[in-house]
Structures are given as C-alpha cells and as structure tokens.
C-alpha cells in the first residue's frame, strides 16, 4: 500500500474515531474542508508543518499517521464488531423514525435533528466497515487469514 493510501485511510479512520467531521477537523487545522476531504481522497498530503497539529488532534503520533502497523487505530476485531453492532441496535431502534422522515422526500425542520443524528451513526457505521476491511487486509498480509478462500467467499 503507498504511502498516501495509508495516511488517508489513517486520517479518516482517526478523524470518525473523534467523531470529527471534515468541517470540523478543518476548522482545527486552519485550512478548508476541501483539503480535509483531499487528504481523505489521496489528492494532496498535509504540509508537513501541520503534521503536529494533525497528530495531535487526531490523538496519534505522527509516526502512527503514517503507519501501516496501526493497531491502535484499527482496534482489534472484538472491538470494531463491538463498535459496529451497538451502531446497528442504535439504528434498528430507529428504524420508524428514518422512515417517518423519508416518507415525504424531504427533511423537515423538525426532522433535521433526528436526521443529522441518524446520519452521524450511520457514518459511524461506515469508519467502523473500513475498520474491518483494513484489519482483514492486516491479517491478510500477516498470513493469519488464507486470503484465496477468503477472496473466493468475498465474491459470493
């Protein structure tokens, strides 16, 4: 995996983790969330002078932001499944709700709330999957999965 590919999916991880968003991460970091969203998408790297900062922010080390060795920010699986099934119990209580505000197509005022809300968790669902995919791809490299029945089951 490039570097780049690795301080993106590092940054995103972490920053879901703090339950950041891009906005908001921007805002700390004194750029846009154009650059934020950049970073994220492998089209440009953080200065290296903002590197402190996004370490700091994001409760890493600088080392860590770069490494493919990131237990620390992946968990181990007990805990991104953890993580991923209280989201989804979350969610399943909220199953009417997301329906009543879906019902007409658009978000009311007094919607807004419950939806934003609905979004943040299924966002945090989302940090959560690429948690597992980025494990997998751990014990994968590690030997510790058989990769070709594993990608023979993914293909189902």
């Not at 505000?101 to 005022?109: F, N, S, Y």
Request: proline share 1%.
């Amino acid at each position: 995996m490039e570097t780049n590919t690795i301080l993106a999916k590092n940054i995103y991880i972490l920053r879901k983790q703090k339950g950041l968003t891009q906005d908001q991460l921007a805002e700390i970091m004194g750029v846009s969330y154009q650059a934020v969203s950049k970073w994220e998408n492998e089209k440009s790297l953080p200065e290296a002078s903002i590197l402190p900062l996004l370490a700091d922010t994001l409760g890493c080390s600088i080392d860590m932001l770069f490494s493919r060795q990131n237990d620390v920010l992946i968990g181990n699986l007990k805990e991104i499944t953890i993580e991923m099934l209280a989201s989804l119990a979350y969610l399943d209580d909220k199953k009417r709700r997301i329906l009543e505000i879906a019902r007409d197509g658009k978000v009311d005022e007094s919607e807004l709330e419950d939806f934003v809300f609905i979004q943040k968790e299924l966002e945090r669902i989302s940090a959560t999957v690429e948690a597992l995919q980025i494990w997998s791809e751990k014990m994968i490299a590690n030997d510790k999965i058989n990769v070709e029945k594993y990608r023979q089951l993914m293909k189902r």
